[in-house]
């Protein structure tokens, strides 16, 4: 699939993030894609403002699209296993979104988007946090864009010129993607690929504050430190 097929499918909602993962995932492919549609279509570009470079190629193992995931049927303890997440968060971040019907629609999405990426919804809030406190029309001094402070040049690395940053569900999408993708290319190691999404590698204050925003306030009894990253 070259760049431009892999632009309709994330337009589509064909969220390709856990491809970005390191080897080993046991999830069936989705039919007719190949696992390494978004490193090709990023290494087929010009590398800007310093994004990281593509992975290595990944074996032909994909997570279902996010069509797919919506429709696949989950266990009751899955089920219930969400539940209990977003009762367990509602709280949290009542005092940051006090407003409980928008509250419970973003924690939804929060989980939907980080379990398709194949990240801890914890560690989503905590980026979240300390990159726009939960400000969805943020915009930092140097452009980043919504909830997770998305460089407007990932829309056109990602999606279509028409993309609106500012819409949660959409800037969800994008940050997700893109952590996970760091996360591939750093073999893992979470400090590392932090420090790649705030852009400041080799340095470790971004990744002490997103851990410290994750331990204080978004690590739930099942233990999140143990799984930062979901399903490895």
């Not at 979470?190 to 504050?209: C, D, F, M, Q, V």
Request: glycine share 6%; aromatic share 6%.
């Amino acid at each position: 699939m070259h760049a431009q097929a892999f632009k309709q499918c994330f337009r589509k909602g064909r969220f390709l993030a856990a491809a970005l993962l390191a080897a080993g995932s046991l999830l069936p492919p989705a039919p007719g894609l190949a696992s390494d549609d978004f490193l090709t279509a990023l290494a087929a570009r010009p590398n800007p403002g310093g994004v990281a470079a593509a992975a290595a190629p990944l074996p032909s193992t994909l997570r279902q699209t996010l069509e797919g995931t919506r429709q696949a049927p989950r266990s009751p303890a899955e089920v219930w296993a969400a539940r209990q997440w977003l009762n367990d968060m509602m709280p949290r971040l009542a005092r940051r979104v006090p407003d409980a019907e928008r509250r419970r629609a973003l924690l939804s999405r929060v989980h939907q988007e980080a379990r398709l990426a194949g990240l801890a919804p914890e560690l989503v809030l905590a980026v979240i946090q300390v990159e726009s406190a939960f400000q969805a029309e943020a915009v930092s001094s140097a452009g980043a864009v919504g909830l997770m402070q998305i460089m407007p040049f990932w829309i056109r690395e990602l999606g279509l010129p028409a993309d609106d940053l500012k819409d949660p569900e959409r800037n969800l999408r994008y940050g997700c993607t893109i952590l996970a993708h760091y996360l591939a290319v750093e073999d893992g190691d979470l400090t590392r690929a932090l420090a790649r999404y705030n852009g400041s590698l080799g340095k470790t204050w971004y990744p002490e504050r997103v851990m410290r925003a994750l331990s204080r306030h978004w690590s739930s009894a099942g233990g999140v430190v143990e799984r930062l990253t979901a399903e490895r």
